[in-house]
């Protein structure tokens, strides 16, 4: 039986504003306004951390620019869709940011924040005040309890094979499980980099599919470009997953964690107690370079609306398929 119901309006909504079910997701250090605008501009939501602007200052402009982008396109492409944006907040005592990073988002009424690490108890209460939602990415059923504990408007649910943070639990068990008792919006993390997967996202029952990997690999990401070509030569055979570098346990690229002069095979272990989540966590990602199983479907680096564009193509193939073969 359904312990949560869900706005369904909310899912509904949201879709109904993008030209495919997708949230790129945020990911540190490589999400910047450009990537987020180019997403936005080709109808799927875009993110970045709130984090990657530095100092702390630089978050306002960031935002500045985004609004200032997507306004242009609206200006010059009337009738396209242009997706809301999201920021992404780590909730956790090592980030003290987090209260000014979230003041800055209220006056400029961030549409979506993505909450991490911890439910955001007393977070979701103010986004909600500015009309904002509140998405709240999860591993196991216990954080999703604890999130919807905290009134979050929806769940990500990071399943094995993600890039960085991600959890072990397969996507059809953590969503089959998590269906049981919450019918609201519902975005789904785990090696999804075509518009195949994320038709097979929506059929497994999520409303959106969380991608971050495959827009490593575009001209907007702000990743170096040894760590893009090691995206696009690498195979899930290449991406390690450890606690080591943050305290989390995360999936990470074998090539770049050999050029830092460690043995990927052979790598120390790592408690809670090394968990950080402030300025000090940009060392550890500038040279260990995250990335989920999907690495092996990327055999390029586009621009991200052009990816966009293919991922569309590849969706609605994927449908028409479908419907030939049902009886």
Known sequence: ????????????????????????APMFILSRPELVVAQCTSGVVGSF???????????????????????????AHPGDRVAPFAVNQIIHESNDRLEHDLEVCARHRVPIVITSLRAPGGITERVHAWGGLVFHDVVNVRHARKALEAGVDGLILVCAG???????????ALLGEVRKFFDGPVALAGAITTGRAVLAAEAMGADFAYVGTRFIATAEAAAPDPYKAMVVEST?????????????????????????????ENLATADKSSMNFGS????????IWGAGQGVGTIDEVLPARELVARMRDEYRAARAALEEVRP
């Open 1 to 24: 039986m359904t312990e949560w119901k869900g706005n369904r309006s909310k899912a509904q909504q949201l879709r109904a504003r993008l030209s495919l079910p997708v949230i790129g």
């Open 49 to 75: 951390p709130a984090l990657n602007a530095r100092p702390k200052e630089e978050l306002d402009g960031w935002l500045g620019r985004i609004e200032e982008g997507l306004a242009a396109h609206r200006a």
């Open 162 to 172: 993600a890039g960085g943070h991600a959890g072990t639990l397969s996507p059809f």
């Open 236 to 264: 899930a055979a290449d991406v390690v997953y450890t606690p080591l570098f943050t305290g989390v346990s995360g999936n990470y690229l074998k090539g770049s964690i050999a050029a830092a002069g460690l043995d990927p």
């Open 280 to 287: 000090g966590r940009s060392k550890a990602w500038k040279d």
